[in-house]
């Protein structure tokens, strides 16, 4: 069955920057958006994470409309991983992992024996037990990145967006984020959106691509068919 | 948990406390003294130096900045002007209508001076530069204040000069009980809204996705904020630094971030501040050392130390 279905979405913060955007995305898949810097990528990111609402069209999630899930309801669906960065001082990795439990907890944020399994469980899914003790502050760029998965992982979410996640990261870390992904979404059965400029990881990784045109085409279809129809050509090679 | 180290600020609080209830001149045990002026200072010391912390700590979260604070953000300064300027027109007014009249100016400057911060917020202003509009507001509202103070009458200005001052002992003991009705007020239901504060932590849109309403959540961050500040102000004239430096003492000292945590450890920290600066004065009693100078001795250093130790901190 169809999670996320988009049909004739138009997008931007002020006004439809982007239009005619359809899609759908199924659990377990991987969905890699690429489109060239400033095209709004990460704006269609914010708008499917209901971060900020979409200038028209219709967005439906498990057959509902967005408008008729409530902020906490939706927050148990879809969650996210961001490029903004943040500087919080002393925030220790298992406490940063555990705020992904807070659509679940109490008004205290209490997490009971059930929350704190999925929150190791989470850690360990993604390989960052061993650094549960550590401040957030200390890590390397792959290590943070991971944490900020396993956060969005913890939030049990059906549908996970990550905006850009592999772009401060060398090759090998790069490659083993996607089989990270690619394990989250055969195992959790989670449904995964994330932007990227990781030509060869997506052809070789991904189920399948949006591409977003510079001339305002958006286009769908697996990562074979986009190259055969000489879209990745058209629109990020330059002659 | 951190027991010991809660432990330890207990046993700092009971120390501090002790000395400035019966270490003023020698070990004199009187009873109506000690009820009559050195309690109530030791309370408002307490509440108003926690109080103060706090206010420091929700503004670091709401604007993502380990710099915020009531002082330097101008929020104290605001506060300032709006009840120097109340001091001042409220001349032949009843006393019942000037003290309500200061207790809404002091709030309503303390929340117009968040208004601007956050319409500068909105518009994206890096960190560094929302700073400078604080300074700038603060020295806006002190200029205010001077142009107010060279127009007014002989009498108000004394009121007006004792006040801005800043002194825990402004806090007689017949308005002590007003005064600690109010700071529990803005104090305890900060409590109900500490995992949002928790959720604010990473982001606002990490916030948001996490479900919280965000809008409704900056509204009471701000407001309590406010509150906290202007009742300090009010009742204490403007005190500086412990609303920025303790929130920083605190995470130094617990090695924590989650507000679960943090939140009392600030007030306890808030409060010892408060307590060794007013220990000072009383150590120094023939001089008339103000409680600011005390606290701006021990907190320019240690913010200057922070920055130095964040060197890689980016705006």
Known sequence: ?239 | MNAKNLLLGFIVIFFVGFLLLYGESGLSLNAALINELRLPKVIVCLLAGGMLAIAGLLMQVFFQNPLAGPDILGVSSGSSLFVAFWMMASVGFSPAISDWGMSVMSFLGALSVFLILIFFLHKNMSRVSLIIVGLLISSFAASGISMLVSLSETLQLKNYLMWSMGSFRNVTSPELPRFVLLCLLAILPVLFFIKALNQFLLSENYALSMGVNVKKTRILFVSFAAFQISIVTLFCGPIGFIGIIAPHLARQFLKRSQLNLLLPATFMIGAILALVAESVLVLAPSSSISVNAVLGLIGAPVIVLYLYRQREWSA
């Open chain 1, 1 to 239: 069955m169809k999670l996320l279905k988009i049909e004739d979405l138009a997008i931007g913060f002020k006004e439809a920057s982007f239009k005619n955007i359809k899609g759908e995305v199924f659990p377990g898949t991987i969905t890699a958006l690429m489109g060239i810097n400033g095209v709004g990528k990460s704006c269609l990111l914010k708008t499917l994470g209901h971060l900020i609402p979409a200038q028209r069209g219709s967005l439906q999630l498990a057959g509902k409309d967005f408008s008729q899930y409530s902020a906490l309801e939706f927050s148990k669906m879809v969650s996210l991983v961001l490029t903004e960065k943040f500087q919080v001082d002393f925030l220790r990795v298992d406490e940063l992992v555990s705020l992904g439990r807070s659509p679940y907890t109490n008004w205290w944020g209490d997490l009971d024996s059930s929350d704190q399994q999925i929150v190791s469980q989470t850690m360990q899914q993604v390989g960052i037990l061993d650094l549960k003790d550590k401040f957030f502050s200390e890590l390397s760029d792959g290590q943070k990145q991971k944490v900020l998965i396993a956060r969005a992982l913890a939030q049990n979410p059906q549908l996970l967006i990550l905006d850009e996640p592999t772009t401060y990261l060398d090759i090998p870390s790069k490659i083993e984020l996607l089989k990270l992904l690619r394990k989250i979404a055969d195992q959790n059965k989670v449904a995964i959106i994330m932007s990227t400029h990781d030509l060869e990881l997506v052809k070789s990784h991904v189920d399948q691509v949006w591409l977003m045109g510079s001339d305002g085409q958006f286009e769908t279809g697996s990562p074979e068919s986009i190259e055969s129809a000489g879209l990745f050509q058209k629109y990020f090679y330059f002659n």
